[in-house]
């Protein structure tokens, strides 16, 4: 008896501890397990191809803050264009070349574009981020979620705050992956 | 195994004084070489870690400059657009930890006419200090802006090649075309600061001719998260900006400079090898003289283990005094010694793993250095030991 109460002390600790322990990066909303288990795939990727996509750079000219929007890219435009701890990537106009177009180049990031000149990427790169309910990008990880550099995406959603016309950020709730 | 008391080993050291000596000397030597090789490679990689910042910092900088702040160029708007518009940045008495920053070698020289030395100045407001909580005014006061001020770090003297008094309060440096009245000196040790000279931000921007641009903005979070500042730096395409923690920003710096610390350690084994050789043919010396006393303790039935055990016990005692002086002269001598290199500058750091580092070094030495002459003393039959000169 007396030891099983002495064994009880010693591993209460370690069951608080399992219940308390929490990265404080993973403290953010998540996306909802039931929502992708049924098809074993996040819930912002989309399946079918929607339609009316528009070019980025098309897009960066009309789109107006608040109004639903659909935008076709390709996902670079920055040495690291998708975050690694959230549901955020830069994407590119598919019209201009990123540096893995050119078969002599050997860049190892070809997906920063740095073959373009800034102007060409400024006028060209939109912000997707996938938010949660509270606004902000869902804690997760896009490569994970099958999605990497220069795949050509189809963006649905709502297009964000725009203090300047070079700033165009699409509040998304779906991601179709073009050929896959 | 009857084994041969501690006291004769250790009352056989005082025999010859001159061997003692060679030993002694032989250890802390070799003891002394790993300190400063650990010294440098401590210093060096402190330095550019940036270990002993206490804020969890996130550096705002251009694309494509991620490897060097000095190539990087922003607006200098990002910095009170990103105050605006990140939730979460610490702040105090209504003042965000948001810090516009230059950073940028330039010439300087003593006098107009001096011989020209490569500098590190950083452009900075009030807001440095709050961002760097490292960073200590020990003498003066922070530069005004549009009155020709610096202010010096600890190690700037050691960084520019002079005499540390040069760099004292009201003397003055000439740079951009003229002279600068130092006013104030600080510390910020075991960091890139330390060796800065800092300039007020709007100075250095008219001196460099940044018409309006910065190096990068340095801020600090409080319940913001990093997460926060790259939503900021993708959101904000506009501004061309890339988010990087301090901590990961010098870790990249620290590791471009590895294979100069593996080079300082090669080079340091390579020598310490030399010594580790050298006390291997005294110790040799130093046997071959006892064949006879070992052949006797033979005879008198101590086995060969335990013979060796005894002279190994003797060596690395003296072995383990000589480290014991290294270590003793490596903390008074060695540490804080400044050493200047691309980056800045930095001090040897003597601390806890560097003592173990040099102690260690000073007791292989004593323990590999025995065993060979010890074993080769006791090949020879015990007959042919008792005669031997």
Known sequence: MKHARIAALALAPLAVLAGCGKDAAETGPRENPADSAASGRPAFLLAEMPEGAVPVADAKKTAREGEQIVVRGRIGGRSDPMSAGQGLFVMMDPSVPSCADDPEDECKTPWDYCCETPETIMANAATVQVTGPDGKPLKTNLSAAGLSELDEVIVVGTVGARPSPEVLVVDATGIHRVGG | ?389
């Open chain 2, 1 to 389: 195994m009857r084994q041969l008391p501690f006291e004769y080993a250790f009352r056989n050291l005082g025999r010859s004084r001159s061997r003692l000596l060679a030993a002694l000397i032989g250890s802390s030597l070799v003891a002394l070489l790993a300190l400063a090789a650990g010294g440098f490679v401590r210093g060096m990689q402190l330095t550019l870690t940036q270990h002993h910042g206490p804020n969890e910092n996130v550096i705002l900088l251009g694309t494509g400059s991620e490897e060097a702040l000095e190539r990087s160029q922003i607006d200098a708007s990002a910095a009170t657009i990103a105050a605006a518009s990140i939730p979460g940045i610490r702040e105090r008495g209504g003042t965000p930890f948001v810090s516009p920053e230059i950073h940028v070698a330039l010439p300087v020289r003593e006098a107009e006419e001096a011989e020209e030395r490569q500098a590190v100045l950083r452009g900075v407001t009030t807001a440095a200090l709050l961002v760097h909580p490292e960073v200590e005014i020990v003498e003066g006061r922070p530069p005004s802006a549009g009155a020709d001020e610096i202010m010096v770090g600890a190690l700037a003297a050691t960084r520019l090649g002079l005499a540390d008094e040069r760099l004292a309060i009201g003397r003055t440096l000439h740079l951009a075309g003229r002279d600068w009245a130092i006013v104030g000196r600080f510390t910020a040790p075991a960091t890139v600061m330390d060796a800065e000279i800092w300039v007020p931000l709007t100075d250095l921007q008219i001196a460099t001719k940044r018409d309006g641009s910065i190096s990068c903005v340095v801020l600090t979070l409080g319940d913001a998260a990093y997460d926060d500042v790259e939503l900021f730096a993708k959101s904000r395409l506009d501004l061309e900006l890339t988010a990087i923690s301090e901590r990961d920003y010098y870790a990249s710096i620290a590791a471009f400079y590895r294979p100069i610390r593996v080079m300082v350690i090669a080079t340091a084994a390579l020598i310490g090898a030399g010594g580790l050789l050298g006390g291997l043919n005294t110790m040799y010396a130093a046997f071959a003289a006892r064949v006879r006393e070992i052949g006797a303790l033979q005879a008198m039935g101590y086995t060969r283990p335990a013979i060796v055990m005894s002279l190994v016990e003797e060596s690395t005692f003296a072995a383990a005094c000589g480290a014991v002086i290294a270590c003793a002269v490596g903390l008074l001598v060695l540490d804080g010694i400044a050493v200047r290199f691309s980056m800045g500058a930095f001090a040897l750091t003597v601390d806890a793993p560097v003592i173990l580092a040099g102690l260690g070094a000073g007791l292989i030495v004593g323990l590999v250095g025995a065993i060979p002459p010890a074993v080769r003393c006791l090949r020879l039959p015990i007959p042919e030991a008792l005669k031997a000169h």
